[in-house]
């Protein structure tokens, strides 16, 4: 009953945050206008709602609920609620894969998948580097995304000097190392949304298995779970989901980090009914924080990396300092 | 026709080996006790028994059946294992944490079925843990985090149980309990059962058989009184335990060997 609650207001608020989302913007338009032009009225506001406002929240919704569902199942797997994409260094490689692919001139929907060989990459490296020591501790997790996040940030950033494409340039102001929703075009979307799509079935269908992680990898394997498949199987779905957030939203952090977190504690630990939960929860915590990023300092934009990393960081920090006992 | 049979196992990890050739069997209906000092290789024989580590060599049969021609799943049908930790930072309730027992059983959409739920509700009754299971696992007593994971073994319904120091942080109360109703599952389910047990008086009091270990070898296996011998204990542990006989099994009784101060009011 409590489950059935709880999704209906996470469903009826994500309905709510998008038609804020598309109602409000740096032009005014009446709300009149914004119904006729969704319904295909030929105008300059129906260019600006079709073309600019619908993408961009659809893009949002997409890429929160992407990023929360990859963070609920890192924290499954490792055990732990201080995992997501971006900690773990995942975003940054995808952040790689992506400007690169712009770069190199690679047509815009291959983007995402750029982006998710390079998440592929980087969490994989990351996984290796935290195994060194034979068991896998949330601590060198986080250590290792550490250094790879300044590694591929830096890379990227000398992509983006040395680059000469314009498109570069106009995504670096405010996407790849910020976080910033900038949907090019709708097929962009679309490829992403499939990924997505994707990546959110394999979860649903990893999800029992993340359950059986609870008391650690031994007691997951003496309960029949195959630990390397599910593993791997975990580490792609994360960053397939990562690969086409990044794609469309560059580094966004917290979100995968907060949403899982804070569900938990409504919703209990069952990873099924948590990742159903974080992919609206997700999508609303991001379309609001694209609106607050556009409307907050008008005409000009904020990155939206700028808003969840203002209202993420402090949760992250009351975390660390709850569950300190356990990350060492 | 529940069994576990280990022949010849050797098995380590790197460089160390740890099991130099030990045999053990746990037949139906049996409750076989794995004593022995720190380090002697008892959760490490655990483990190749659960399928958990590889041995090197030597062989497991389960059931009668070879455990390398079985994968993760038909092995933890056949064999369920209590862990020694079993502590989790999530809010899972102990339903759920029963629930798990039923993983390898799990269809390819993952949902419970009936067949699960009536398997999850037997074993929390089974356990006594029925009242237990909308609680949230991180705030029951650990007597009674004990008895979910008991009931998540037995969710498994698996013919074999390992258990790894099930009495480990628990107070001599429920010590007892656990194993009594351990042995009463054993009896009563014809389950075949292995437990790592650290108090030799524990072992004597519930074991039908006990195998005891020292230097990753089988230093005797037999009944109670066979095993558990003053001159077994001394040879294996060490002085300073004495080894009475109480109501017709052997009782150890660690005695202080250098106390001079009570010796002599004593004497």
Redesign the interface.
């Known amino acids: 009953m409590r489950t059935v609650t709880v999704f209906a207001l996470l469903v009826a608020a994500l309905a709510l945050s998008a038609a804020a989302g598309i109602l409000v913007g740096a032009v005014a338009i009446a709300p009149g206008d914004v119904l006729s032009a969704l319904l295909g009225a030929d105008s300059t506001s129906g260019t600006i709602i079709r073309e600019l406002r619908l993408p961009r929240v659809l893009g949002a919704a997409l890429v929160g609920g992407a990023l929360a569902a990859a963070g609920a199942l890192l924290q499954g797997m490792l055990r732990n609620p201080l995992a997501d994409p971006f900690v773990t260094g995942t975003s940054a490689g995808a952040s790689l894969g992506a400007v690169l692919a712009v770069a190199l001139g690679f047509e815009p929907a291959l983007v995402p998948v750029a982006a998710f060989v390079g998440a592929t990459g980087a969490i994989a490296l990351v996984w290796r580097l935290a195994r060194l020591g034979g068991r896998t501790t949330v601590l060198t997790v986080l250590l290792a995304g550490v250094v790879l996040t300044s590694f591929a940030g830096a890379l990227v950033t000398l992509v983006l000097v040395s680059s000469d494409r314009l498109a570069l340039r106009l995504r670096a102001v405010l996407g790849w190392l910020q976080g910033g929703i900038s949907v090019i075009s709708w097929s962009e979307l679309v490829v992403a949304a499939v990924v997505v799509a994707v990546g959110v079935t394999a979860a649903l269908l990893l999800a029992p298995r993340i359950d059986a992680y609870a008391f650690g990898e031994e007691t997951a394997a003496a309960l029949g779970v195959d630990l390397d498949r599910t593993t791997a199987a975990v580490l792609a779905t994360t960053a397939l989901l990562t690969g086409a957030a990044v794609a469309i939203a560059g580094l966004i952090g917290f979100v995968g980090l907060v949403i899982p977190h804070a569900l938990r504690f409504v919703l209990g630990a069952t990873h099924r009914r948590l990742i159903v939960a974080s992919i609206p929860a997700g999508a609303i915590a991001l379309v609001l924080a694209d609106l607050g990023a556009r409307t907050a300092l008008a005409p000009a934009e904020l990155p939206v990396g700028v808003i969840t990393g203002l209202v993420g960081a402090p949760f992250f920090l009351a975390l660390l300092v709850r569950s300190r006992r356990v990350i060492i | 026709m529940s069994s576990v049979v280990a022949r010849a196992i050797r098995a380590g990890y790197r460089e160390r080996e740890v099991l130099r050739g030990v045999d053990l069997v746990a037949h139906e209906g049996e409750v076989v006790a794995l004593i022995g000092p720190n380090g002697a290789g008892k959760s490490t024989l655990l ?1 190749v028994l ?1 399928g ?1 580590l590889r041995a090197t060599s030597g062989s497991v049969t389960i059931d009668g059946v070879d455990a390398a021609t079985l ?3 038909a ?3 056949r ?3 209590v ?1 020694q ?9 102990v339903r ?2 029963v629930a ?2 039923r ?4 269809g ?4 419970l079925g009936t067949d699960d739920a009536r398997a999850v509700a037997h074993a929390l009754d089974d356990i006594g843990a029925t009242d237990l299971a909308e609680r949230r696992i991180d705030r029951v007593s650990g007597g009674e985090r004990q008895r979910a ?1 008991l009931a998540m073994a037995l969710a ?1 319904e698996a013919g074999v149980l390992l258990l790894d120091e099930p009495t480990a942080h628990l107070d001599p109360a429920h010590q007892r309990a656990t194993l009594e109703r351990v042995a009463t599952l054993a009896r009563t389910r014809g389950i075949a059962v292995v437990a790592v047990l650290h108090d030799l008086n524990l072992a004597a009091a519930f074991a039908s058989r006990v195998v005891l270990l020292a230097d990753g070898a089988v230093v005797r296996d037999g009944d109670v009184a066979h095993v558990i011998t003053p001159e077994l204990v001394a040879r294996v542990f060490g002085p300073g335990l004495r080894v009475v006989a109480y109501d017709g099994r052997p009782f150890v009784i660690p005695e202080p060997t250098s106390q001079p101060e009570r010796r002599a009011r004593a004497g």
């Open positions: 483990r659960g958990l994968d993760r799943r092995i933890a049908r064999i369920a294992v862990p930790v079993f502590e989790t930072l999530f809010p899972f309730t759920e944490i798990l027992g993983t390898s059983r799990l390819p959409l993952g949902t994971v498994q």
